[in-house]
């Protein structure tokens, strides 16, 4: 049985609703022919010159990307331009590529239920969800088999999810016992206050930046309040577990006819971590 990239497309978007994708995302086929016959399908988190010579490199006529190529307004495609060398080779090469964005962070199961499995939680429900007692949402509330000290929590996230320079970083008493998670894929600083309201122990996502978690830790100072300690990943590593969702969805759809491919290659932005030594026992800088 032959398949098109269309019908790869209408597995894609059966479980990833295109019109639930933000207003201001891009997502769908970016380019390729909806008719053109595919047999290999490479997927990967970030579309980039890396990807792109993994996917032909394996043979596949369709690259499907977590995060859109061309974002926001774009007049032209030029071959002097990163981005637009990229659709020219990917042209040239006969190479289509697919994104699946926002619809794919709120889809059931999405991105946050693909991190969720991959740290071994258990999903209960969405974060956010689009409406009350809806399953469709972004983040996703869960638990895991057996509470465990925040500090080896930390370790099992930088563990289970793809080595990258930035780790996991917790925020929070590294005795506290953690049964309640709550995770969000990609940036999620947005929801730290959907996270106090779940009542969670920790929340995992990425991007975490000074002042909100700051401000957060500090309403764990109140006493009665319940607010979830923080782990800080790398966004390419939080989001990278979909691909293998996305494959399996693909891959289930025409198991006879598509072969598929999760990258393995690490886009993620930061290459080097250091750790400084300036610093007392007490966190002041020597004099």
């Known amino acids: 049985m032959t398949a098109r990239i269309e019908d790869v497309v209408d597995a894609l978007e059966t479980s990833y609703p295109p019109g639930r994708a933000e207003s201001w995302d891009a997502v769908g086929l970016v380019c390729g022919d909806p008719a053109a016959e595919v047999r290999r399908v490479a997927f990967c988190v970030d579309p980039v010159e890396e990807t792109v010579e993994e996917a032909l ?6 690259l499907v990307a977590h995060h859109p190529l061309l974002l926001g307004g ?31 962070d709120t889809a059931d199961p999405g991105v946050s239920d693909a991190l969720a499995a991959a740290l071994g939680i258990t999903v209960t429900g969405p974060l956010c969800p689009h409406r009350e007692g809806a399953d469709t949402g972004l983040g996703r509330i869960g638990t895991l088999a057996e509470p465990e000290p925040f500090e080896r929590f930390v370790r099992r996230v930088a563990e289970r ?18 049964e309640r998670v709550a995770v969000c894929g990609g940036s999620g600083d947005s929801n730290l206050d959907a996270a106090v309201a779940a009542g969670v122990d920790a929340y995992v996502t990425a991007d975490l930046r000074h002042h909100p978690a700051a401000e957060h830790l500090a309403r764990q100072e109140v006493p009665g309040n319940r607010v979830p ?26 198991p006879d006819s598509v072969e598929v491919l999760v990258s393995t290659r690490r886009t993620d932005p930061w290459t080097v971590h250091a750790h400084g030594t300036a ?9």
Request: net charge negative.
């Open 74 to 104: 774009v007049h032209g495609v030029p071959a002097d331009d990163h981005k637009g060398r990229l659709v020219h080779r990917m042209i040239r090469s006969g190479l289509g590529l697919y994104c699946a964005h926002t619809n794919a």
């Open 279 to 287: 610093t007392t026992e007490t966190g002041r800088m020597p004099e």
């Open 57 to 62: 490199d394996f043979g596949a006529q369709l």
């Open 229 to 254: 300690n923080l782990v800080d990943v790398a966004h390419w590593a939080s989001e990278w577990p979909w691909c293998h969702q996305a494959a399996d969805i693909v891959a289930s759809a025409l």
């Open 161 to 178: 999810l793809p080595g990258t320079a930035w780790g996991a970083r917790g925020a929070g008493d590294p005795r506290r016992p953690i």
